[in-house]
């Protein structure tokens, strides 16, 4: 007879169980630690209202309409922790603004949202100091060109080593 009970090299109950637990506690884990993430990084905020969003809608299609027919276009450069903004008209020449606001949210969460306003520079541009974190953001800039509503430049960018990509 063998005087070894449980000899080695056997597959008993308590491996099985040890697999389990093990494999279930990983599972478990993982699952936790990314649901304390997600729900740290972003509060899932969009609009206050959706309702009142929606009914905005029209409205602000209608301004877009009428801002793309002035045929005006924008030039930005982020690079050296500078932002620099201005508005050219459609037959080429600088647009007169009074005021330049530029809003920078990520995408994913809130934290470094942060709001610039622009002050003049030179040929018409607006600056100001900024410094970014790397990734995507989305861009919104409401230049103040006097004529009732904001021109709004709204962009998704890419900011790599400090300069927009």
């Known amino acids: 007879m063998n005087s070894q009970s449980g000899a080695s090299g056997r597959f008993t ?21 990314m649901a304390m993430l997600a729900s740290t990084s972003w509060t899932g905020f969009v609009v206050r209202n959706s309702y009142v969003a929606s009914q905005e809608f029209n409205r602000k299609s209608d301004e877009a309409r009428a801002q793309a027919a002035l045929g005006w276009t ?12 201005k508005l050219i008209d459609a037959g080429g020449k600088a647009v007169a603004l009074r ?27 607006f600056a100001a100091a900024l410094t970014l974190r790397e990734g995507a953001w989305i861009m919104e800039i409401e230049a ?10 709204v962009r998704r960018i890419m900011v790599r080593d400090g300069t927009l990509q």
């Open 13 to 33: 109950g308590t491996h099985m169980l040890g697999i389990m637990l093990a494999f279930f506690g990983v599972i478990v884990a993982v699952n936790l630690t």
């Open 99 to 125: 005021g330049v606001t530029a809003h920078f949210r990520h995408p994913a969460y809130e934290a470094q949202d942060q709001t610039v306003d622009l002050s003049p520079a030179t040929n018409g541009e």
């Open 144 to 153: 103040d060109a006097g004529i009732g509503n904001p021109h709004r430049d």
């Open 74 to 85: 924008s030039r930005l450069s982020i690079s050296g922790g500078e932002i620099r903004y």
